[in-house]
């Protein structure tokens, strides 16, 4: 039983169809747009940089990484670099994107690599998309690094507030099947991180525990599944 609920919390992964989008729409769609431009190399993608950014919880992350999965799907090569890689890669000309997270948090090194990337990535030229918790302009880094995140796209994200979480959650809830009582959203909004990704995720799983189960989701099936977990 144990290992079935934590096999069920795996969920499917960031994509940009299930990103929470809330008042976020421009970012999405811009992506989205990006994503469907032609690929081959008479035709690249827009290789205009594209900036993110806005506080944890807001969903940055969660663009790059589906982003980084749509391209790996279609078969393509992407840079990741994000504040805990310890050892960036060599830039690649195979690379059809340069991805950078969370550049808020670059040390030195970090800084020297993104830049390195950057640099090359323009003369490809290849699209940088990142994102960190500042606006460009107020980012601590080096100035020349600094100033490239910000001549792009650049999309301030907002985190959701509990209003419109209750909404996502719902809509996500009805498009399963499932009617979440206003007792339970309570539950699941004060006992659990208010993540937006985080909260989808663990409707995933008592989605799943509950068909297991064959039971409603109630706060006593959730404590059960968390005791099991």
């Given at each position: 039983m144990k290992q079935l609920v934590l096999d069920m919390g795996l969920g499917k992964g960031p994509s940009l169809s299930n990103f929470c989008v809330g008042p976020n729409a421009a970012a999405q769609e811009h992506l989205q747009l990006w994503l469907g431009q032609p690929s081959h190399a008479a035709v690249?993608?827009?290789?205009?940089?594209?900036?993110?950014?806005?506080?944890?919880?807001?969903?940055?992350?969660h663009l790059l990484h589906a982003v980084r999965s749509a391209l790996q799907a279609q078969g393509q090569r992407v840079g990741w670099?994000?504040?805990?890689?310890?050892?960036?890669?060599?830039?690649?000309?195979?690379?059809?994107?340069?991805?950078?997270?969370?550049?808020?948090?670059?040390?030195?090194?970090?800084q020297q690599a993104a830049f390195n990337w950057f640099v090359n990535a323009q003369t490809q030229p290849i699209a940088v998309l990142a994102a960190g918790n500042l606006p460009p302009a107020d980012l601590q880094l080096?100035?020349?690094l600094r100033t490239r995140l910000g001549w792009g796209h650049v999309f301030a994200l907002q985190t959701l507030d509990d209003t419109q979480r209750r909404e996502v959650l719902r809509a996500n809830a009805l498009a399963r099947g499932i009617a979440l009582s206003d007792e339970v959203?309570?539950?699941?909004?004060?006992?659990?991180?208010?993540?937006?990704?985080?909260?989808?995720e663990l409707l995933?799983?008592?989605?799943?525990?509950?068909?297991?189960?064959?039971?409603?989701?109630?706060?006593?099936?959730?404590?059960?599944?968390m005791d099991n977990a």
């Open positions: 690249p993608r827009s290789p205009v940089p594209t900036y993110l950014w806005g506080s944890s919880g807001c969903g940055k992350s670099l994000n504040a805990t890689t310890s050892v960036a890669d060599e830039f690649d000309n195979a690379w059809v994107a340069v991805l950078l997270d969370d550049v808020h948090a670059f040390d030195a090194a970090q080096r100035d020349d959203m309570d539950f699941m909004l004060t006992r659990f991180s208010r993540d937006l990704g985080s909260l989808i995933d799983l008592m989605d799943g525990y509950a068909l297991q189960t064959q039971r409603a989701i109630t706060i006593p099936l959730i404590k059960t599944m």
